[in-house]
Every structure is written in structure tokens, then in C-alpha cells.
């Protein structure tokens, strides 16, 4: 049997159509796709993450007394409080003390928040 060129793609041709029917990822069942231009991208929103103060596991009862007691300072006395706080709160966030700065974030507020 003498194989030529025509012969040859013949047998191309069945071989290939063959892969093609008993492939199954061809007969696999299509899902719809959309386009990313049409999907609807929601950006996360934050408002409820400001909306509730960091959680420290200090009660408010204790920022609250805070407030009262610092009120009750000279305004030196508050403004050396304020520096040493904001000291600890830039350790603290440095060493990766997240809760331990949020704390004294919260200090530094209410002392700043004191006219």
C-alpha cells in the first residue's frame, strides 16, 4: 500500500474528527460566561467598620472615667499625658500591638478632645 499525500490527509482528517466527537471537554456542558466589563464589581464598604469603635476588651465604663478624671488636670499635666500616650501608641503599633495601640489612640482622644 503506497501511503501519498491525499491518503495521508484523509487519515489526518478522520483521526482529528475523532479526537473532536470523543473529547469530552468538548462535549462538556457550557456555562454561561459574561464579559468583566459586565460584571458588577461592589467595592467593600468601610462604613461599619467606623461606625463601631476597635474592640480592646477595656469597657467604656473605664473611658469614661478616663475622661473624668482627665478633665479634672492642668491643661500641662494633660498635654505631657498626651505626649507619652501618643509614644506608646507609635510602640505599640510599631511592634505590631494593634489592640495594645488602639488603646491609647483612644486615650489620646479623649485628651484631646478636653478644652
Known amino acids: 500500500m503506497l501511503i501519498t499525500s491525499a491518503n495521508l490527509h484523509r487519515v489526518l482528517v478522520v483521526v482529528l474528527a475523532w479526537f473532536v466527537i470523543s473529547s469530552p471537554s468538548i462535549a462538556a456542558e457550557l456555562s454561561p460566561y459574561s464579559l468583566p466589563s ?13 461606625q463601631t469603635p476597635p474592640s480592646t476588651g ?14 479634672a488636670l492642668q491643661p500641662s499635666q494633660r ?7 501618643t509614644q506608646r ?27
Not at 498635654?79 to 500616650?85: I, P, V
Not at 489592640?99 to 484631646?112: C, F, G, K, P, T
Request: proline content about 2%.
Open 38 to 50: 459586565q460584571q458588577r464589581y461592589v467595592p467593600e464598604t468601610r462604613i461599619q467598620q467606623q
Open 58 to 71: 477595656i469597657s467604656e465604663a473605664y473611658y469614661q472615667q478616663f475622661a473624668k478624671k482627665a478633665s
Open 79 to 85: 498635654a505631657d499625658l498626651q505626649r507619652s500616650f
Open 89 to 115: 501608641r507609635d510602640q505599640a503599633y510599631a511592634a505590631g500591638k494593634v489592640d495594645e495601640a488602639q488603646h491609647y489612640n483612644r486615650l489620646v482622644q479623649i485628651l484631646s478632645s478636653i478644652k
